[in-house]
């Protein structure tokens, strides 16, 4: 990866999907065919699936990529998965709850912060 200070690949990265889909919490990505579906660990949605995706994973292929240093079919192919409500505002909140929750070292503190986004998912995730 280069360090070149004349390449701010970061400072393009699109914002608001960087804070949509966090890894881990709303979008996954895993070998092809491992996974026959996940869980949104947000909201316990079943996430959409993209299978043998060929795009950037990860920042250091971004960049690679971004640069020119790895073309399409250097990419290993690899399964998607994105949480179908990742773009609301409320999921957005429920996101940043289930971060700070996991940051969090105090079981009382984290029983505070998952009382919250019990309450937020509760609200917008009605089951019909
Ligand atoms: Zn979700």
Not at 23 to 29: D, E
């Amino acid at each position: 990866m280069s360090h070149d200070p004349r390449h701010t690949p970061l400072a393009q990265t699109p914002t608001e999907h960087a804070y949509a889909y966090r890894r881990g919490y709303s979008y996954f990505t895993v070998a092809p065919d491992t996974h026959s579906h996940m869980r949104c660990k947000v909201c316990d949605a079943d996430c959409f699936a993209e299978r043998n995706v060929r795009a950037p994973r990860g920042m250091a292929e971004s960049v690679a990529h971004h640069n020119g240093l790895l073309s399409e079919a250097n990419l290993r192919p690899f399964d998607r998965f994105t949480c179908p409500n990742a773009e609301h505002p409320w999921h957005k909140e429920a996101q940043a709850l289930a971060i700070e929750r996991d940051t969090l070292h105090s079981p009382g503190l984290r029983a505070v912060v998952q009382t919250d986004l019990d309450n937020l998912l509760r609200e917008h995730t009605k089951s019909s």
